[in-house]
C-alpha cells in the first residue's frame, strides 16, 4: 500500500503562472481533503472532495484556487496567477466513510 | 465552533528528562481528538488519537496522551525524551456529527531535545 502519493514534492512559480498540485489517495479511500499550512503555522483546511463531487469546500479562497476529484485519476488542486503569499506547504489527505485520515508528504509550493 | 490551543509554541527538554505537550480544545459536539508529528520538511505522521473510548491514549514511539473532559485537555506526554523526538507536533480536534467533517488543527509546539 504505498499510501497518500502527492507530487510534486516542491514546485516553484513565477507570480501569475499557474500551480497544478496532484494526490492520489491511498487505495480504498475515496475521500480526500486539502490542507494549506503556511510557515509557523498549523494547517488550514481548505476543501473535502468525494469522487466528482465537492462536499466541503469551506476553506477555499474564493479566487484563483479551485480542486476536483475526478472519477479517474488523482486529485488536483489548483491555482491560477500565484502570488507570493501562496507560497506554503500544501497536504491532501485521504480517508474510507468511516474517517482514518491519512496525509501525504505534502508539496511545498515557493512563488519568486 | 471547533478550535484547539496549545498553549506552548516552543518546548525544549534534555534527553531522557519527561515530555509535557500541552493542548486545550473546545467543542460543541463529541470530539475525536489526535496528535500529530512532522518532522522537518517531511509530512505528518500519526502519533496517537481519542475516539470516545479509553481516556488514556497509548500512541507510538512511547507517547500518550489523556483526555480530561472536565478540563477540556488533551496532553501529550512522554516519560523519556530522544534525540529523535526532535520535530513539530499538532493538536488535532475533529467533530463527530455523522458526516466527515475536517480536521482543525492547532498552531504547532517545536520540541527541541538537547543532549
Known amino acids: 500500500n504505498a499510501g497518500v502519493m502527492q507530487n510534486p514534492r516542491h514546485l516553484v512559480r513565477r507570480r501569475g503562472q499557474e500551480a497544478r498540485l496532484r494526490c492520489s489517495p491511498m487505495?480504498?479511500?475515496?475521500?480526500v481533503y486539502w490542507y494549506r499550512q503556511l510557515p509557523e503555522e498549523g494547517l488550514k483546511f481548505m476543501v473535502y472532495?468525494?469522487?466528482?463531487?465537492?462536499?466541503?469546500e469551506s476553506g477555499m479562497p474564493k479566487e484563483r484556487f479551485s480542486a476536483e476529484f475526478p472519477k479517474e485519476g488523482p486529485s488536483i488542486l489548483r491555482i491560477q496567477q500565484v502570488v507570493r503569499g501562496d507560497s506554503a506547504a500544501y497536504f491532501c489527505?485521504?480517508?474510507?466513510?468511516?474517517?482514518?485520515?491519512?496525509f501525504g508528504s505534502g508539496t511545498r509550493l515557493t512563488v519568486v | 465552533a471547533q478550535s484547539v490551543t496549545q498553549l506552548d509554541s516552543h518546548v525544549s527538554v534534555s534527553e531522557g528528562t519527561p515530555v509535557l505537550l500541552r493542548c486545550n480544545y473546545s467543542?460543541?459536539?463529541?470530539?475525536?481528538l489526535f496528535w500529530y508529528v512532522q518532522h522537518p520538511n517531511k509530512g505528518l505522521q500519526l502519533l496517537l488519537k481519542?475516539?470516545?473510548?479509553?481516556?488514556l491514549v497509548k500512541g507510538i514511539n512511547g507517547f500518550e496522551a489523556e483526555f480530561k473532559k472536565s478540563e477540556t485537555s488533551f496532553h501529550l506526554t512522554k516519560p523519556s525524551a530522544h534525540m529523535s523526538d526532535a520535530a513539530e507536533y499538532f493538536c488535532?480536534?475533529?467533530?463527530?456529527?455523522?458526516?466527515?467533517?475536517?480536521?482543525?488543527f492547532g498552531k504547532g509546539t517545536k520540541l527541541s531535545v538537547k543532549p
Open positions: 467543542s460543541s459536539y463529541s470530539p475525536s
Open positions: 488535532v480536534v475533529s467533530d463527530d456529527r455523522g458526516s466527515q467533517g475536517n480536521l482543525i
Open positions: 472532495l468525494q469522487k466528482e463531487n465537492i462536499i466541503d
Open positions: 487505495k480504498g479511500h475515496s475521500h
Open positions: 489527505a485521504s480517508s474510507t466513510r468511516q474517517g482514518g485520515y491519512t
Open positions: 481519542y475516539t470516545s473510548a479509553a481516556t
